[in-house]
């Protein structure tokens, strides 16, 4: 049973590196554009991790995630990577705090919003990054 969480673990860490990659090229962050308001941003990943909380992961894809992403993500393969690491995090404290930065795909010049969030939890803590579109779809999801 560990290998397989271990596996998913790898391909969700691997998916999520390279999205970031794509999404945040190679310089550093940049300020959100115009195009996004960044209480929005802020408010609808809070959204998506309280889903994670409730283990609602068809809300998640049903409502958040974009055309690009559900090709590689799935319900299942969410619920596969993330499960495992809520049960080692134990019970949701509190959102400590969200930031949110800009980013462009360096190939076709599409501007993002990304969301890092800090979550505490009674046995430690975890990060989210989630990355939207803008039509603020999820592009990119990952938790450390």
Not at 17 to 42: H, N, W, Y
Not at 77 to 104: C, F, H, S, W, Y
Not at 110 to 130: D, F, L, R
Request: charged fraction near 30%.
């Amino acid at each position: 049973m560990k290998k397989c969480t271990e596996k998913w673990m790898h391909v969700f860490v691997c998916a999520g590196c390279a999205a970031a990659m794509i999404f945040a090229g190679c310089s550093g962050q940049k300020p959100l554009s115009d195009r996004f308001e960044e209480e929005t941003v802020k408010k609808t990943a809070e959204e998506i991790i309280e889903l994670v909380h409730e283990g609602d992961y068809e809300k998640i894809i049903e409502e958040y995630e974009s055309a690009k992403l559900v090709t590689v993500l799935t319900e299942e393969d969410l619920r596969n990577a993330v499960q495992p690491v809520m049960e080692e995090l134990g019970e949701p404290e509190k959102i400590e705090r969200t930031v949110v930065t800009g980013n462009e795909n360096p190939e076709t010049k599409e501007e993002y919003a990304t969301a890092v969030s800090i979550v505490s939890y009674e046995n430690g803590k975890a990060q989210y990054t989630i990355t939207f579109n803008q039509t603020m779809k999820m592009e990119g999801f990952y938790i450390k």
